[in-house]
Structures are given as C-alpha cells and as structure tokens.
C-alpha cells in the first residue's frame, strides 16, 4: 500500500495461473485473490496494535514496563506461553520479543471491550473499501463473547480471523501517523480522504518501538533493507487443523507486515506464506520476502534514504 494516499501499488499470490492458458483456468484454487479473499488468524503481527491500544488508556505510556516471569500464564483452562523466561519487559519489548504473555497480561488489565473495539477501528473485522468480488470481511466475535480468555488470545492474534489487505490497512494506520486513508485499487487524482484513528504521538512510538523487530536482537533482522529505517512485526501461527479439533503441530503461517522508510513512511508491505516447509518462523520465512519487494519498492519509487550505509556496514562488521 502507499501509506500517503492507501493506494494499492501491488497485490498478488502463489500459485497463480496464465489467463492466456485455457488448461491454467481449470486450477480454481489458484485463481482465488488470497489477499482479498482468504481469512486467517494473524498471530502476533496483532502485537503492536495491542500496544497502540494500551497507550491509549492511562495505564499504560512509552515507559510502562510488564513482569512476564516466568514466561507463563494460566487464563481459564489455557496456557500462554513465550519462547523462555524475558523477565519485565518494556512496551518495545513485548514487540521485539513477541511476549504472548506481556500482550496478554496487557489486554487483561485493560476493560474487556478495549482491544477488540480498537482492532475494529482500524478496519479488521469488516470488509475493505477495495469493493473486490468476494472479498471477506474477517472476523471478530459478537461482543457478548468477549470474556476474558477471548481478550487474552486476541492480544496476540488468536481467537480473531483478517485477511492480508486488512493487515496492511492496520498497519497503515501507524504508517500514516494515526491516519486513515480508505485503500483503493484505483489510481488517485485527488487528496485522498483520510480521517484521524489514533493519535500521531502513540503511531509514531509503536513505529519506532517496531523499529527493534528489524534490529540484531529482534525476531527479523533479514527483514532490513541497506539505507533504509524498517519497522514491521513478525508472525508465526498454528494453522486450525483440518478436523477442527484443535490446532496442527505441524502447520504454520508465517507472515511479516512492514513499513519503510520510518521517517517518513511510503510504503506499507504485508507478506504471508502458508504451510512453509522447513523453517516456518516469520523471521526466517516471510522476512526475507519483504526485505527484497521492500527494497526494489522503494527504487522504483525513488524514495530517499533515512539511514547511514557506512553506519550499517560499520554496525555488521563490529
């Protein structure tokens, strides 16, 4: 998406199919627009939305820190747990090392109806203003089952169901410094009309607090691009088995939602691979992916640099 205006500059998915091959339009699986159509639950990309959320109450601000010791919790019959034990981690923290128990801990203090009112203020739940054919609004459940454990997955993007535009329309929303611009397969002639979602002061400090997901110590240090600021989010799900029994152990989603440059953001890319074989964090899978669109986007569009090429080749060789 263009983060200025929320005009589609490229969507796309594989397997595809050649309209010019008669034999290519037998496979109607591939001829689905996924990015439009397929709903699935985002999984921790939902994290600094859950971050914007708090900053909005007085409980949480840029300093608020949240004890996630001993890396476990326990919600009604469910566990939640993290990669290890991270101890108090900082706001940025719980971005950086996608805490499912500091999103969790967080959405909990706050009012049931926060987090859930606030996803479906940036537009998930509902459709787009993309008009496409069969396009699926996602899902988030009726208010009445907003109950606590409900709240708690949905921290850390279990228990709600979007599609790759709506993520990068939420994304663009911190993109645009708290602006929401309608996304629109249609080339814009004129200022588009955007409306105010969230403060400009909390877009701009999740931005930069995603700024450390792309860092050595984040999850997606592949997801830089030499000269450029990143900020973005990785995310690795359980995919639902096909029985509805629960989720696989051996399915996954891996995704990447991004923006760049974040001085002054351009473009907002979402990227997600299904049932990746091998690796399947979002880190190592999606991540790289973005990395290369990102950075040929930004050449094409002769964005100019926001970051020192000596300070990273000095940063890489220390």
Same mark, same amino acid.
């Given at each position: 998406l263009d983060a200025k205006t929320g005009e589609v500059l490229a969507m796309t998915s594989w397997p595809s199919f050649n309209p010019n091959d008669p034999k290519g339009l037998d496979n109607k699986d591939a001829m689905r627009n996924r990015a439009a159509i397929d709903m699935f639950e985002p999984g921790s990309t939902m994290k600094p939305l859950t971050i914007s959320a708090a900053l909005e109450t007085d409980k949480y601000h840029v300093n608020s820190v949240v004890n996630t010791s001993p890396g476990s919790m326990r919600v009604g019959n469910h566990t939640i747990r993290d990669h290890g034990n991270n101890g108090m981690l900082s706001l940025e923290g719980i971005i950086v090392k996608s805490s499912n128990v500091g999103a969790a801990k967080i959405a909990l203090s706050l009012p049931n109806n926060t987090l859930p009112s606030f996803y479906k203020r940036v537009?998930?739940? #509902? /459709?787009? *203003?993309?008009?496409?054919?069969?396009? +699926?609004?996602?899902? @988030?459940?009726?208010?009445?089952?907003?109950?606590?454990?409900?709240?708690? &997955? !949905? +921290?850390?993007?279990?228990?709600?169901?979007?599609?790759?535009i $709506?993520?990068? $329309?939420?994304?663009?929303?911190? #993109?645009?410094?708290? !602006?929401?611009?309608?996304? &629109?397969?249609? /080339?814009? *002639?004129?200022?588009?009309?955007?409306?105010?979602?969230?403060? #400009?002061? @909390?877009a701009k400090s999740v931005l930069h607090m995603m700024e450390g997901v792309v860092s050595s110590s984040g999850t997606a240090p592949q997801a830089a691009v030499p000269?450029?600021?990143?900020?973005? /989010? &990785?995310? &690795?799900?359980? /995919?639902?088995? #096909?029985?509805?029994?629960? =989720? +696989?152990? +051996?399915? =996954?989603?891996?995704?990447?939602v991004g923006v760049a440059p974040v001085s002054d953001p351009r473009i907002v890319l979402a990227v997600v691979v299904e049932n990746p074989v091998g690796q399947y964090y979002g880190g190592l899978v999606a991540a790289p992916i973005f990395s290369r669109i990102m950075q040929e986007s930004l050449r094409l569009m002769n964005v100019p640099l926001d970051k020192s090429l000596e300070d990273e080749q000095k940063a890489k060789k220390s």
């Open positions: 537009g998930l739940g #509902a /459709k787009t *203003d993309l008009h496409f054919p069969g396009e +699926s609004g996602g899902l @988030i459940l009726p208010q009445r089952l907003w109950n606590t454990a409900e709240v708690a &997955t !949905m +921290s850390y993007g279990y228990g709600l169901n979007a599609t790759v $709506q993520l990068a $329309q939420a994304y663009a929303v911190l #993109a645009g410094h708290g !602006m929401h611009y309608p996304v &629109t397969l249609r /080339k814009l *002639d004129h200022e588009p009309p955007g409306g105010r979602l969230l403060g #400009a002061g @909390i000269g450029y600021r990143i900020a973005g /989010k &990785t995310g &690795t799900a359980h /995919k639902l088995r #096909a029985d509805g029994r629960g =989720y +696989s152990e +051996s399915e =996954y989603r891996a995704l990447f």
